[in-house]
């Protein structure tokens, strides 16, 4: 199990480095634009659509990393007027949830991304980007949430024979 926990947790932290990466050719992209817009008057024309390309891999390939970390928003102000066996019990919850969730998510993304592959469906945007390339970025995503919900459970559940 050990060896398994070792391999996700390096997929995951490939997919936050594919996340950052992106964040970062974003944030050069919009600089460079600028500059370009205001130095020369040729704004980059294709920006627009790798910006809103480039979110969707920061939000679905970033979000099983902060899952690992804990780094969610949580309701502080609930949880701290609660016994820690409810709090226990409440994240155990959450995380069956979550679990849940994002198996269904990642269910009907993969087949919404296979059909886009299988059909190859292009967005209508000026570079004519196959489809696939951002909706397969939902299961993926999806996936390794579904399975940090899972380890987080497993992870409460040991905590909580702790505090019982």
């Known amino acids: 199990m050990e060896k398994i926990n070792k391999v996700i947790d390096f997929c995951m932290k490939i997919l936050s480095m594919i996340a950052a990466?992106?964040?970062?050719?974003?944030?050069?992209?919009i600089c460079y634009s600028t500059l370009s817009r205001v130095a020369?008057?040729?704004?980059?024309?294709?920006?627009?659509e790798y910006s809103t390309y480039s979110l969707m891999y920061v939000t679905f390939f970033g979000a099983p990393e902060i899952l690992k970390k804990k780094g969610h928003i949580n309701l502080d102000i609930?949880?701290?007027m609660i016994s820690d066996r409810a709090n226990?019990?409440?994240?155990?919850?959450?995380?069956?949830?979550?679990?849940?969730?994002?198996?269904?998510i990642t269910y009907y993304g993969g087949l919404v991304a296979i059909?886009?592959?299988?059909?190859?469906?292009?967005i209508m945007d000026s570079m004519g980007t196959p489809q696939y390339?951002?909706?397969?970025?939902?299961?993926i995503g999806m996936f390794f949430m579904t399975i940090q919900f899972i380890r987080n459970?497993?992870?409460?559940?040991?905590?909580?024979?702790?505090?019982?």
């Open 21 to 29: 990466v992106a964040l970062g050719f974003l944030l050069l992209g």
């Open 40 to 48: 020369f008057n040729k704004p980059l024309t294709n920006l627009v």
């Open 78 to 80: 609930i949880t701290t």
């Open 88 to 104: 226990s019990v409440l994240s155990m919850i959450v995380n069956i949830v979550g679990a849940l969730i994002s198996a269904v």
């Open 115 to 122: 059909d886009n592959f299988i059909n190859n469906i292009k």
């Open 133 to 139: 390339l951002l909706t397969a970025t939902i299961p």
């Open 153 to 164: 459970f497993y992870g409460d559940l040991k905590e909580s024979k702790n505090v019982a």
